[in-house]
C-alpha cells in the first residue's frame, strides 16, 4: 500500500508503536528503532507487546468512532459548530477528505507493524533452533510467552482490518459477497516498497471477511499464553479475541458464530452488568466498573493521555462556567430514554447552551464522554478523556439477541428476548420483562443498540447493516443550531443506497495504487 510505504519514508513504522496517538489517531513516534534488529530479546519481544497494545488503544477512540456517528441522525450542529466536520455532516465530502485519509493511515500503520512483528518472531523461533548463542537469551518461559504475543499481533491485524471493512466497504450480503473490488487491500507481509507492481489490488468481500476470521482463530491458539482473560482487562484476551470475532461474524451473517462467542462470553461468569446509577456512572466517568469490560485499554493518567470519542459534544468553558458544544442530541434521540432510564442521567446533561445569539433554555448535550477527572492535571484541564473500551459486555448481549432474531432458529426470538429482558433490566429501574414478537424485537433491538452504544461508533455501521436509510428529525431547539430547516442539515435525508454510507479510498492512495478501485460514486 503506497499509504503505508509513506509513513515508513518518514519513519520506521515501530516508531509509532512506541508512541501515543492523538484524538485523530496520528502517530507521534518519539525514537526510532532499526528494523533490521528490534525484535532480538524478550525484552524487545515485550516492548513491541505493549506497541500492538497502543495500537489498539488508539484505533478504539477518536474519529473512527466520533465521524459516524455525525454523519448519521443522532446529533445537529449547533450554531457554534464553525463547520468543525462539517463535510461529514452534511454529506458533501468526497475522497479528498484528510478525515478518512487519517483513519486509513492509522488502520494500515497498525497492520504494517503487526506483520513486521509476525515476520520477526518466526525468525526468532527459527534462530533459536539453529544458533545456540542466540538461544542462551530466551529461555522456555521466554518462547511460551512469545507465541502469545504472535497471538497479539494477529489480533491487532484483525482488529485494523475489520475497522476498515466496515468503513471502507458495503455492508456484506450473499448477493455481493463474492463481487470483484469490494473488499480490502490485505497486506500479509512487512514490505515498505515504492514499486507500484507488488501494491495489492481490492478482495472480495467473503475473502476480507475470511481473512479476519483466520487471523482470529490464529490468535485464539496461543493469546492464553500472555495473558488470561479478566474483567476490564488492559490487555488482549481470548475474550477479546471472541468479543471482536463475535463483532465480524455479526457483520457478515455468520449468527452461529456470533451466538457462540457473544454468549460463551456472557456466561462465562467473569463479567456483569451493573444494575446501579452509581456503577454506569463510574464506568463512564471514573473507568472504575470494569466488570462491564471485557478490555479497556491502559492509561499512565496525565502523562499519558489517550484520545477521546467526544467531539465538540460538551464545549465546557472552565473559566467562565458555560457550555457552548459544536453538536448536541436529535430530539428523537433524548426521547428515545425514559425517565427510568439509568443511562439518561449518565450520557446525557440538561443545561443552558451560552451561544453568540445568547443563552438558550436548557437543552440536552451529549454527556457520555465528559472525561475522567484522574487523567486532568486541574479542574481547569477539561480533555474529555477516559480509558478507551474496545469491547464491553453490553455490545455482546446486542450482538446475541440480534443473532438469534436472525438465525432461524426456533427459539430465536424468545433467546433473543431473553437477552434484550436481561440488558434491559439492568439499565431500567423497574422493568417488567417483555416477550417480544420477531417484529417488535427486530425494532426494539435496533432501539437499544442506540440507547446504549450512541457515541461509540456504531450508528452509520447498524444503519448499512439494516439496509436503512434515514432522515434526520425535530431539533431541540431550532434557535440552537445550525441552519434549521436545511435538507443538508437538520431536514437531511438519505436512502438506504446513497454511496457516502461507504466511505472513500482516499486519493492519495488510488492516485499512486494503480491497483485500487476507488467506491462507487467516488472520483479523483
Not at 474496545?390 to 424468545?414: H, W
Amino acid at each position: 500500500m503506497t499509504i503505508m510505504k509513506n509513513i515508513f519514508k518518514i519513519s520506521f513504522a515501530l516508531a509509532a508503536v512506541l508512541g501515543l496517538a492523538s484524538c485523530d489517531m496520528n502517530k507521534r513516534p518519539y525514537s526510532v528503532i532499526d528494523p533490521e534488529n528490534a525484535l532480538e530479546s524478550p525484552a524487545d519481544a515485550a516492548k513491541l507487546s505493549n506497541g500492538l497494545h497502543t495500537q489498539v488503544r488508539s484505533l478504539a477512540v477518536g474519529s473512527v468512532n466520533y465521524y459516524p456517528e455525525i454523519q448519521a441522525d443522532i446529533f445537529h450542529a449547533t450554531t457554534n459548530y464553525g463547520n468543525r466536520g462539517g463535510q461529514i455532516y452534511r454529506w458533501a465530502f468526497d475522497a479528498t477528505d484528510s478525515d478518512f485519509s487519517s483513519i486509513w493511515l492509522s488502520c494500515y500503520s497498525s497492520i504494517a507493524n503487526a506483520n513486521y512483528f509476525l515476520e520477526k518472531a518466526a525468525s526468532v523461533q527459527e534462530r533459536v533452533s539453529t544458533d545456540a548463542d542466540f538461544a542462551a537469551n530466551w529461555a522456555d518461559k521466554d518462547l511460551s510467552l512469545l507465541k502469545g504475543q504472535i497471538s497479539e499481533a494477529y489480533f491487532v491485524r484483525a482488529y485494523a482490518y475489520s475497522i476498515l471493512l466496515d468503513r471502507f466497504c458495503p455492508a456484506y450480503t450473499e448477493e455481493n459477497e463474492n463481487k470483484e473490488d469490494l473488499g480490502l487491500a490485505i497486506v500479509t507481509k512487512y514490505e515498505p516498497t515504492s514499486d507500484k507492481g507488488k501494491y495489492q489490488g481490492r478482495s472480495t468481500l467473503k475473502a476480507s471477511y475470511e481473512f479476519i476470521l483466520e487471523d482470529l482463530e490464529a490468535a485464539e491458539e496461543n493469546i492464553e499464553l500472555a495473558h488470561a482473560s479478566a474483567a476490564g482487562s488492559k490487555y488482549i484476551t481470548l475474550d477479546a479475541v471472541r468479543a471482536l470475532r463475535a463483532r465480524v461474524a455479526l457483520l457478515c451473517q455468520d449468527y452461529a458464530q456470533a451466538i457462540q462467542d457473544a454468549t460463551g462470553i456472557i456466561n462465562s461468569g467473569i463479567y456483569a452488568l451493573t444494575g446501579t446509577a452509581e456503577g454506569l456512572s463510574a464506568l463512564w466517568v471514573n473507568d472504575n466498573t470494569l466488570s462491564e469490560c471485557i478490555m479497556q485499554s491502559s492509561v499512565a493518567l496525565t502523562t499519558e493521555v489517550p484520545g477521546t470519542n467526544n467531539y465538540g459534544y460538551i464545549g465546557f468553558n472552565y473559566a467562565k462556567n458555560i457550555y457552548n458544544p459544536d453538536f448536541i442530541p436529535e430530539q428523537w434521540l433524548v426521547d428515545l430514554y425514559s425517565d427510568d432510564d439509568l443511562r439518561k442521567a449518565v450520557y446525557f446533561k440538561k443545561t443552558e447552551l451560552t451561544q453568540s445569539a445568547g443563552v438558550t433554555e436548557p437543552l440536552y448535550i451529549f454527556n457520555k464522554f465528559c472525561g475522567n477527572p484522574a487523567m486532568q492535571t486541574a479542574p481547569s484541564d477539561v480533555n474529555y478523556q477516559n480509558a478507551p473500551k474496545p469491547f464491553r459486555l453490553a455490545e455482546l448481549y446486542l450482538i446475541a439477541a440480534e443473532a438469534y432474531l436472525k438465525s432461524g432458529l426456533s427459539t430465536g426470538v424468545s433467546e433473543g428476548s431473553k437477552l434484550l429482558n436481561e440488558l434491559k433490566s439492568k439499565r431500567i429501574t423497574g422493568w417488567e420483562e417483555k416477550l417480544y414478537s420477531q417484529a417488535e424485537l427486530q425494532t426494539e433491538l435496533k432501539n437499544e443498540r442506540v440507547r446504549e452504544l450512541v457515541g461509540e461508533g456504531f450508528r452509520l455501521s447498524d444503519l448499512k447493516r439494516y439496509g436503512n436509510g434515514f432522515s434526520r428529525s425535530a431539533s431541540q431547539d431550532k434557535t440552537a443550531i445550525s441552519l434549521p430547516g436545511q435538507s443538508s442539515t437538520e431536514n437531511l435525508s438519505k436512502s438506504a443506497d446513497d454511496y457516502r454510507f461507504v466511505w472513500p479510498i482516499p486519493v492519495a492512495e488510488t492516485d499512486a495504487n494503480p491497483n485500487i478501485k476507488q467506491n462507487t460514486g467516488y472520483t479523483n
